[in-house]
Structures are given as structure tokens and as C-alpha cells.
């Protein structure tokens, strides 16, 4: 089968994927008209508007603490030392949740419907119990950065909403987590160690962020998947402000490309989560892989029905591609994926390169217009009765950190969007933020 790529299906895909100024800017006001729906209480915005019981930090917390990350495709255990303002690791210990060998074959996998509750978390408790060296006798404080949507009534409390980032351990859901956890570390013997704060991410990011500085607002995880946390100013009368966990990557009011679509509708929960399969890197791959089996589709007969299994693409295969300076690098970085596909009559043309490489572009593009316009939505909003303060939004995450474009492409859109008021708007990069805030917030 020759790997003939239908040039003109991936044009037609790149400019579904154009956002031009008009469109951007119905997102931007449909996301505000979901925060002022949801601080409100309104049940019809897509927007969570979780309260995370935690403030902003002094910036002279100290001490030992534990922080516990789990969100992803890893979990992370790390025991910090905070003093002066300078933050130390002292033990670590890592795991992804689910590992294959080179063959391919799962070696485990705690991600699935068959995983029991208890193994997913003895798992975790056993990650924490490395990062302390297995020390038992010594009490730590433990922050935990949890980053699922959580229904939460005080801050060492979360009863986990709905799985995200295709997890689907059954029995977890509308359980109080740190229980879960706490019951975990008492089977391991590690009783000495209390669970104090449980936070999402962005929270976590934010807290992190705003310890060395307090024109800290907001902070967005933009890697495997996407949310947004910010100081919210409006939360009703009599009410201070506090950080909300927006769980923004639910928001839905956007329009769907046929792509889009079919990437939802192969999830494993078609209908949620809308705005983080359109831009986290979780889901990038995957909108680039159904352009691609489609173009290599077209009619033929002979193409496997399980094509986009077969080829899939990831984020990082995406910044691959739009990092190589040659079209020789280039070619490689496709052939990998389809060559093993295609057979032994593989070939890929300089044109087929280049509008592959567009496809890219236009699949980050958007996405980094996507997300500037709903943290422009957050500082009008919270800006609303006043002008727009001078003001630090931090972002933790591969997407925003490693996809080649993206960055100043947020950073277009925001100015774009906001004006000479975009000047007042400073992006910063936080890797790995999220660990160090939940230390924080452990000791806070």
C-alpha cells in the first residue's frame, strides 16, 4: 500500500482550524459569561468554580514537608526543606501509572475499570513511603496536588467528582480521596504521615508561583492536560476572595471541527471535557493522528480499519516534527509513525512533508489562541470594576513549556485580545510547579 497522503484533506482541516480575531472574542465573552454564571451558582455554566479553602502564601513559610503529585500519567513523591524563601529536596520518588517493555507488553497498569481501589492506592502510598526513605518514626505534613475535579468542604477533604485524563478506576468516584489514601498509608506502616491539604494543581502552581510573587493572579497547567486557577475577587457579598479551581478544560461552550468531534467521540467520556481535547497535549496527538488517517484513508478499501490506533501520533511526536530544521529531519520524525503502517512501499513527498508540518502548526495555533482567550476572560473579569492591574499569570505543563510556537502565541492572542492592557500582563513559565506549592500549602 503506497503512502499516498491526500494533500487537500489536511488543507481543509487547517483552516477548520483557524480562529480569526471575531470568533476569538465569542470565546473569550462566552467564558466570562460562565464565570460570572458560576460564581453566581448559575447551574448552566460549564464552569466548575471549585473553592480551594486556601489562600496566597506570606512568602515566609517554612519547614519540612511532603508533597504528593498525582494528575497525570506519573505519580511523584518529593520531601522538601522551605526556609527563606529557598526550597530544598530531600528525597524523591516517581512512578508513570501504567509501564510497558519494549515489546510493548503492560508490565502494570493502574489506570484501568479492572484496577481495585486499593491497588491504584497502595501504589501511591508506596511512592510516599520511598520519598521518606521508608522513615516511619519521623511525623511529616503532607500536601497532596490533585488534579481531578474534587468536591471539596474543607481543605484536607475531596470527595473526586469524575475521573479525567482517561483513568477509570471504578469505586473512586464520589469517595473522600484522602481517605483513601490515609487507609493506604496505614497498611504500609506509615502512620506518621498526615495528609493536610489536599489542592488541585493549579491551585498548587499558584501557590508556588506566588511565594516569590505576589502580582501572582492566575496560573494554567497546559501540558497533558489543561486547567485554570485564579484569585477570584468576586464571590458575593460579605465573601473574601480565595482561590477557585475553575476546572476550565470542562468548558464547552466552543464550536467543534468534524475532527474535534471524532476525537470526543472516541474518548471515553464523549460530551465532557470539550475545551481540554481541544488544547492539551493530552488530546493534540490524537486530533493530528484522525487528520492524517483520514488523508491516508481517502476511499480505499485496503486502509485497516483501526488506522489512527496504529499511526498515533503524540503531542511530543507534534514538537518533534515542528522543532526539525530539515526536511530530512522531518521526514524521519513522520516516518517513524507511518512507515511501520504504510509497508514496504512507503514514500512521503516534500509536499505531503510541508502541508503535515502545517497541520501542526494549526492544531497548536489554536490551541494557544484558545487558552490566551479564557485567561483574557479572567482578567477582565476580575478586572471589572476597575482598569487591569499589572499582573503575573504562571503556567506549569509540556504544551506551553516544550510545543515550539505555542508560547508566543498565547502571548499574541493575549495582546490581541486585551490591547495595550496586554503590556500589564507578564507570563511566566513554573515548571513543575505544582510539587513545590503543595509543600507549601502543607505548611500553611
Same mark, same amino acid.
Given at each position: +500500500? /503506497?503512502? *499516498?497522503?491526500?494533500?487537500? *484533506?489536511?488543507?481543509?482541516?487547517?483552516? $477548520?482550524?483557524? %480562529?480569526?480575531?471575531?470568533r476569538l472574542r465569542r470565546v473569550e465573552s462566552a467564558f466570562i459569561y @460562565?464565570?460570572?454564571?458560576?460564581? $453566581?451558582?448559575?447551574?448552566? $455554566?460549564?464552569? &466548575? +468554580? #471549585?473553592?480551594?479553602?486556601?489562600?496566597?502564601p506570606t512568602g515566609r513559610e517554612e519547614g519540612d514537608a511532603l508533597a504528593l503529585d498525582f494528575g497525570?500519567?506519573?505519580?511523584?513523591?518529593? #520531601?522538601?526543606?522551605?526556609? &527563606?524563601? %529557598? /526550597?530544598?529536596?530531600?528525597?524523591?520518588?516517581?512512578?508513570?501509572?501504567r509501564e510497558t517493555d519494549r515489546e510493548n507488553n503492560v508490565c502494570y497498569d493502574y489506570t484501568t475499570a479492572e484496577t481495585k481501589?486499593?491497588?491504584?492506592? @497502595?501504589? %501511591?502510598?508506596g511512592i510516599v513511603g520511598e520519598a521518606v526513605g521508608g522513615n516511619n518514626r519521623k511525623s511529616y505534613s503532607l500536601g497532596w496536588t490533585f488534579s481531578f475535579p474534587a468536591r471539596? =468542604?474543607?481543605? @484536607?477533604?475531596?470527595? #473526586?467528582?469524575?475521573? /479525567?485524563?482517561?483513568?477509570?478506576?471504578?469505586?473512586?468516584?464520589?469517595? =473522600? *480521596? *484522602?481517605?483513601?489514601?490515609?487507609?493506604? #498509608?496505614?497498611?504500609?506502616d506509615l502512620k506518621n504521615i498526615t495528609v493536610k491539604a489536599v489542592i488541585n494543581d493549579t491551585i498548587a502552581t499558584l501557590i508556588a508561583a506566588a511565594y516569590s510573587d505576589d502580582k501572582v493572579t492566575a496560573a494554567t497547567i497546559y501540558g497533558t492536560g489543561h486547567n485554570t486557577g485564579c484569585r477570584e475577587m468576586y464571590v458575593g457579598e460579605n465573601r473574601p476572595a480565595q482561590l477557585i479551581n475553575l476546572e476550565s478544560g470542562g468548558f464547552s461552550k466552543l464550536m467543534q471541527t468534524a475532527c474535534d468531534a471524532e476525537v470526543d467521540a472516541r $474518548?471515553?467520556?464523549?460530551?465532557?471535557q470539550l475545551l481540554e481535547k481541544m488544547v492539551s497535549g493530552r488530546y493534540l496527538g490524537e486530533l493530528f493522528t484522525n487528520v492524517v488517517a483520514s488523508a491516508v484513508r481517502g476511499d480505499r478499501d485496503e486502509v485497516p480499519a483501526d488506522l489512527e490506533d496504529r499511526l498515533s501520533f503524540t503531542a511530543r511526536d507534534m514538537s518533534q516534527l515542528l522543532s526539525a530544521e530539515t526536511v530530512p529531519q522531518q521526514f524521519n520524525v513522520l516516518a517513524e509513525k507511518l512507515a511501520p503502517v504504510m509497508g514496504d512501499r512507503f514514500s512521503l513527498g516534500r509536499a505531503e512533508i510541508a502541508a503535515l508540518k502545517g497541520l501542526a502548526e494549526a492544531i497548536s495555533r489554536r490551541s494557544a489562541r484558545l487558552v490566551a482567550a479564557t485567561l483574557s476572560a479572567i482578567v477582565k473579569h476580575n478586572s471589572k470594576a476597575g482598569e487591569i492591574q499589572p499582573q503575573t499569570i504562571a503556567f506549569d505543563g509540556s504544551v506551553y513549556a516544550n510545543m515550539p510556537g505555542v508560547a508566543p502565541a498565547v502571548r499574541a492572542a493575549l495582546d490581541e485580545l486585551l490591547g495595550e492592557d496586554g503590556k500589564k500582563i507578564e507570563l511566566r513559565s513554573l515548571m513543575e510547579g505544582s510539587g513545590f506549592g503543595a509543600a507549601i500549602a502543607a505548611i500553611m
Open positions: +500500500m /503506497a503512502a *499516498v497522503i491526500d494533500t487537500r *484533506v489536511i488543507q481543509t482541516a487547517i483552516g $477548520s482550524f483557524v %480562529i480569526g480575531t471575531d @460562565d464565570l460570572e454564571g458560576g460564581v $453566581s451558582g448559575d447551574d448552566q $455554566s460549564s464552569l &466548575k +468554580m #471549585l473553592p480551594a479553602f486556601i489562600d496566597l497525570g500519567t506519573n505519580v511523584r513523591a518529593r #520531601l522538601y526543606h522551605l526556609e &527563606k524563601g %529557598i /526550597a530544598t529536596i530531600l528525597g524523591e520518588a516517581a512512578r508513570p501509572l481501589p486499593e491497588e491504584l492506592f @497502595d501504589f %501511591i502510598a471539596q =468542604d474543607r481543605l @484536607d477533604h475531596a470527595e #473526586l467528582i469524575v475521573w /479525567a485524563k482517561e483513568i477509570a478506576v471504578p469505586g473512586v468516584e464520589g469517595q =473522600d *480521596v *484522602v481517605r483513601l489514601l490515609r487507609e493506604a #498509608l496505614d497498611r504500609r $474518548s471515553d467520556r464523549p460530551g465532557t
